[in-house]
Nanobody, 124 residues
């Protein structure tokens, strides 16, 4: 059974940092691109950042560039999201997801496996 398990969320103050982890039990993890999405109540799930299967290519939503860093360790079947200089507008449930492709995908529909989500709350 495929599982993605996120961890590392929590309640922090503006300017603080958090590191999210996503451990995947996907046999093809090292050949799949991955994305971190977030969703606020009443809003659509949005792609925050993504990484190719090798880690050579990344994508960042404009509002997180310079503050967030995505990485992966294929030997550990794990992806990470380092979030620095957090802002209240970063508050959301964060999800990791994999695609069946090696290259980055931007759409929710292209991501087949999802974690359960981890809450990130940033207070002003």
């Amino acid at each position: 059974q495929v599982q993605l398990v996120e961890s590392g969320g929590g309640l922090v103050q503006a300017g603080d940092s958090l590191r999210l982890s996503c451990v995947a039990s996907v046999r093809t993890f090292s050949r799949n691109s991955m994305g971190w999405f977030r969703q606020c109540p009443g809003k659509e799930r949005e792609l925050v950042t993504a990484i190719s299967f090798t880690g050579d290519y990344t994508y960042y939503k404009e509002s997180v560039k310079g503050r967030f860093t995505i990485s992966r360790d294929n030997a550990k079947n794990t992806a990470y999201l380092q979030m620095n200089s957090l802002k209240p507008e970063d508050t959301a449930v964060y999800y990791c997801a994999t695609t069946p492709y090696g290259s980055i995908r931007f759409e929710v529909k292209d991501h087949g496996y999802w974690g359960q989500g981890t809450q990130v709350t940033v207070s002003a």
